[in-house]
Every structure is written in C-alpha cells, then in structure tokens.
C-alpha cells in the first residue's frame, strides 16, 4: 500500500464548477501538506502548503487537514480552464528533517470552458 | 532572477550506456533532490542532499548515483542505463527557511532503448 493515495482522475468538470480534490495517507508523522500544480510537460509548483490541521484559503483555493482522518483536500472556487493541469498532494515528516516530501500521484483536471 | 535548469531536457540512450543528468540552481539552496514520475507513480524520490558532501539515497535510488562538490549542482548518473529507467526526470531545490517549498526545475525525458 502506498504512503500517499490519490485518485489519479481524469475529473472533467464546466467553467465555474467547484472542484474538490482529495488525498489520504497512512503516515501519522505527515506534519506538512502541500498541493503542487503541474502543467503538462512542466515542473511542478508549489500552490498551497499547511502544517498540520486546518483550513488555509488562497484566492479560489482552499487547503484543509484532518489529520484525524489521515486526509487531506483542495478546493477550486469558480474553476477557470487555466486550471486545467495535474494536481499533487505532498507530505513531509518531522521525524525526517522535514524537506523530504512523499507525493501523491497526482489527479488530472480538466476545466471545460 | 533565480532559477533551476535541467539538461538536456530530451536524451535517447542505449541499455547499459552511463548516462549523467545535470541540474544546476541558482538559489544557493542547501537542499536539492531527484525525482522520477511515472504514470500511476506520481514522484518518487531517487537521491537528494542537504549539502555539499552529502547525498541520501531515496525510495527508488537502485541502479543511480548522485555527488554533490558544490551548493549549485547535482548530477544524477545512471551507472547502466536499463529500459526501466526510461521516466521523466525532476530535480528540486528548497531553501533552509522554507524547507518545505521545493522549487522544481523542466525535467528531462529519458528514453532507454
């Protein structure tokens, strides 16, 4: 079983739709949760980053933990076909330095206009 | 402006050919990684430093090399080239106050035949 599960998609969804993107883990020393963005045949960006539990809102994007759960998630307010990419759930643990990050495998998005 | 560079950006490789990719950055970050994504595999970390004489071996590290001489560059050598190893190569940086963020750079596709 992998550290990190994501639904690997694709989820097509209409301009304007809210868009809810989801990641679990089995690791309980995950402390820090990204969500990395990649457009295709580009690096990675970073595009959102929690510690711990909680909500952390961005724009159109809002990051939430539940440790509890062992589950993480992304929301897109009012998509936009820009959003158009794949999206990737990081997590990095204490007891590790902190700066490695387990990746999830990513969900594709696709925002039709 | 800062950035990470990867090169080359394509290589088409023979079975059991050495192969060393470059990856140079210009953040003067300590930190720095190589990652592989394969479809269904998200990222999976290969090699990373946390300093110059440092290397760690990541989740898939069989059959790679990494040496780190200087803060801006990590090659990643593939001692044997094997088909297994054809993937899109990532290198990523981060710095010590915001070990968290790691910057990637293009990638590079590798082709073994």
């Known amino acids: 079983q992998k550290e990190v599960e994501q639904d690997p998609g694709p989820l097509s969804v209409p301009e304007g739709a809210i868009v809810s993107l989801n990641c679990t883990y089995s690791?309980?020393?995950?402390?820090?949760f990204m969500w990395y963005r990649q457009y295709s045949r580009k690096g990675p960006e970073l595009l959102m980053y929690?510690?711990?539990?909680g909500n952390k809102e961005d724009g159109r994007f809002t990051a939430q933990v539940d440790k509890s759960s062992k589950y993480i998630s992304l929301f897109i307010r009012d998509s936009q076909p820009s959003d158009s990419a794949t999206y990737l759930c990081a997590m990095s643990a204490t007891d590790t330095g902190r700066r490695a990050l387990t990746f999830g495998s990513g969900t594709r998005l696709q925002v039709q206009p | 402006d800062a950035e990470i560079t990867q090169s080359p950006r394509h290589k088409i490789t023979e079975t059991g050919r050495q192969v060393t990719l470059a990856c140079h950055q210009t953040w003067n970050h300590n930190n720095m990684f190589w990652y592989r994504q394969d479809l269904g595999h998200g990222l999976r970390l290969i090699h990373y430093s946390y300093g110059v004489q440092d290397t760690n071996k990541g989740e898939v590290s069989d059959g790679y090399s990494v040496s780190r001489s200087n803060t801006e560059d990590l090659p990643l050598t593939l001692e044997s080239a094997a088909s297994s190893q054809t993937s899109v190569y990532f290198c990523?940086?981060?710095?010590?106050?915001?070990?968290?963020?790691?910057?990637f750079g293009p990638g590079t596709r590798l082709l073994v035949l």
């Open positions: 690791n309980s020393a995950f402390q820090y």
């Open positions: 929690t510690y711990s539990s």
């Open positions: 990523a940086s981060s710095g010590e106050r915001d070990q968290e963020t790691q910057y």
